[in-house]
């Protein structure tokens, strides 16, 4: 647990992980306070929303269940493992990916 200023920013960072609409809502959230504890899980829901449309595309061209299980299985991990690190109120990215979203995304701030 972080401090009070990560609970302040908690309700958004665990709606920014509920669907691509959750990203948007939390972003809008946090426009008023700019809470960076928010922001941090806002970029990463947003990094594994997209992650999930474009290697989802990609996916699809793929007539094999054995790469379609395992990308919604990775995309899953990521998802839960963001989820939960927003409910503890750490400030943890996540695995593979997670650093490159905060790099790609800094416009959320």
Do not use: C
Request: net charge neutral; hydrophobic share 50%.
């Amino acid at each position: 647990m972080q401090s009070d200023y990560a609970k302040q920013g908690k309700t958004a960072a665990i709606v920014a992980y509920i669907t691509i609409i959750g990203t948007i809502i939390a972003f809008y959230m946090n426009q008023d306070d700019k809470n960076t504890f928010a922001s941090f899980h806002i970029r990463q829901a947003l990094g594994i929303n997209i992650g999930f449309y474009l290697l989802g595309a990609l996916v699809s061209m793929f007539d094999s269940w054995i790469i379609s299980s395992s990308f919604y299985i990775f995309i899953f991990v990521l998802w839960f493992f963001g989820l939960i690190t927003a409910i503890r109120e750490e400030q943890k990215t996540v695995p593979i990916v997670g650093p490159y979203f905060q790099d790609w995304f800094t416009f959320i701030k």
